[in-house]
């Protein structure tokens, strides 16, 4: 949904607002203690995670009205490998 609320804007955009870091940072801070494992307070910004996330699958300037579901697949899927939720 956060996509696509605003199609034309690059991932890197959407996914960097403050709204959107701190629902970034709530659901990891909920994942890691539902599955028990010991939260970690890096001295890495969720906005750095995010931001690495993107720059390694190279959807930095990817635009969801351009992205194919594989496309987003894929990007959910480097999420989770990141210990990152959208939930």
Partial sequence: RLC???KNKTLKS???????????EKNRKTYF???????E?????IKD???????DIEMTKSRAS????D?????LNAFNKANLRFT
């Fill in 4 to 6: 696509f609320n605003r």
């Fill in 14 to 24: 959407v996914l960097t607002t403050k709204s959107v870091l701190r629902l970034m």
């Fill in 33 to 39: 203690s539902v599955k028990g494992m010991e939260f």
């Fill in 41 to 45: 307070d890096t001295k890495e910004s």
């Fill in 49 to 55: 995670i995010i931001l690495k996330v993107l720059e």
């Fill in 66 to 69: 351009h992205m194919s579901i």
């Fill in 71 to 75: 496309d987003f697949l894929l990007v």
